[in-house]
């Protein structure tokens, strides 16, 4: 028994003890427990470690065939809601990306100024190699690549 209390051993007990359930079952199940540098909720089953949004897809709809994706249609990659959970393959999932305008190459909605990314709802700035950092508007990381702004990101 942990300082905790006891920890349940069924993985779907532990599962969905990660997830927060919003007011409408049809929104996001966002994930809490522990997540992967990209940002994909992580779950440990047995000895072997599996996304989040895989068990679930699992769990609630059944097996998926080998060579198969789990694609979101929600874009969270947080969510393990089985709804917004489909089946596909690498190509679907990159082609509904593109289609999103989630791809580098996605054809942009407007043009930006020269150093200028868009990244979700942020602007980025970049001269040359050096990362200047991340604005609201394309006006200000406009002005930062154009003043040459920059600042350093610290990681713990």
Known sequence: MSKYGPKPKDPVERFLARI????????????????????????????????????????????????????????????????????????????????KGRANGAPKKYCLPQGVYKNRKRFGARKGRKWLGTYDTPEEASQAVQKGWGFYRLYF
């Open 20 to 99: 927060k359930l919003p007011a409408h079952l049809h929104d996001c199940w966002e994930w809490e427990g522990g997540c992967s540098n990209t940002g994909y909720g992580s779950f440990g089953v047995g000895d072997k470690n599996t996304t989040a949004h895989r068990f679930s897809y699992e769990h609630f709809k059944g097996p998926v065939p080998e060579g198969m994706c789990i694609c979101h249609s929600c874009d969270n990659r947080k969510c393990v809601n089985p709804r917004h959970l489909w089946l596909g393959t690498h190509a679907n999932n990159t082609e509904d990306m593109v289609k």
